[in-house]
């Protein structure tokens, strides 16, 4: 669907390339691929990608951007490392908690599935290097990143977003 709440149909001839400096819009968009919309992956002689076939859904991993798809429509689209595009209040792949706390104007917790998210602001979710789930060890520094069960908030507000998820909010 686009913002105006028509079709927006991504079957053209070279299948649907993602953009990867297109705005985040949570909830919406990302990669220039709307929630809802049709989508047509690129012929599979041109850019190279992977395609994931699940039970119920195929995922499709185009460079920076995976689509995931259920009967062909869009249903949440995930942006990685190299990802440019940033939301209208300058978040992107690389922002911190702490950035996202201070432009949202509220506190990084953690859902049900273990994916960190803004409750005042739906439709979007993003994971760190340092976070999957409610304990990680940073291979890297050895920095143990905690959820606080008791303040329901983020301990290490420094760590840089890896992956930013959109999807349709559940009502």
């Given at each position: ?16 390339i993602p953009d990867i400096s297109a705005p985040i819009v949570p909830g919406v968009c990302a990669g220039g691929i709307f929630i809802g919309s049709r989508f047509a992956p690129p012929p599979e002689d041109g850019d190279k990608y992977e395609i994931q076939r699940r ?117």
């Open positions: 669907m686009k913002e105006d709440g028509s079709e927006q149909d991504l079957n053209h001839p070279h299948g649907t039970k119920d859904s195929v995922v499709y991993s185009l460079h920076a951007v995976k689509v995931w798809t259920r009967n062909d429509l869009v249903y949440q689209i995930g942006v990685y490392e190299g990802y440019r595009g940033v939301m209208p209040e300058g978040i992107g792949v690389g922002s911190t908690i702490s950035e996202v706390e201070d432009r949202f104007h509220c506190d990084v917790v953690e859902d049900p599935d273990g994916d960190l998210v803004t409750p005042c602001f739906p439709g979007w979710s993003f994971d760190t290097a340092e976070w999957n789930g409610s304990r990680n060890m940073n291979e890297k520094s050895d920095t143990v990143i905690e959820f606080d069960n008791r303040r329901g908030v983020i301990e290490n507000l420094d760590a840089p977003i890896k992956v930013i998820c959109v999807f349709k909010p559940v009502d």
